[in-house]
């Protein structure tokens, strides 16, 4: 008697006799969030509420962290104005992928004005 064995490496190794394995699930496409929108969703949330909302308050009711909050609002207070409003509606994937929000809170921390405009000029796509 002659059976077929179908196998599959994954976490765990699969083994079917006779017949064959399902597909592969198709990895759902990553979805790149817009760092500068949430947190300038954020700060208007934090500004405009009845009187002005805390941080401790803001962070439970939006549910995320205090870290994130802070990194969120660091970030939209200390880069340049006009790279905000940029970035504010893009929806280029290519472009969101440079500006992540770790890179964006790297480049918040630097001392001058002049040291963020140089980097973010650094890591723009080149046209």
Known sequence: MIVKIYTRRSRKQLIRFGDPLPEKPQRAKRI???TIYEGLKIQVFINNGPGRITWAKAHKELNISESKLAHLLKIVNNLPLDFIQDMKSC?????????????LLQISRLRTEKERRAEIERLLPKI
């Open 32 to 34: 790149i969030k817009n």
């Open 91 to 103: 929806n280029d994937e290519e472009k969101l992928k440079i500006f992540t929000g770790r890179r």
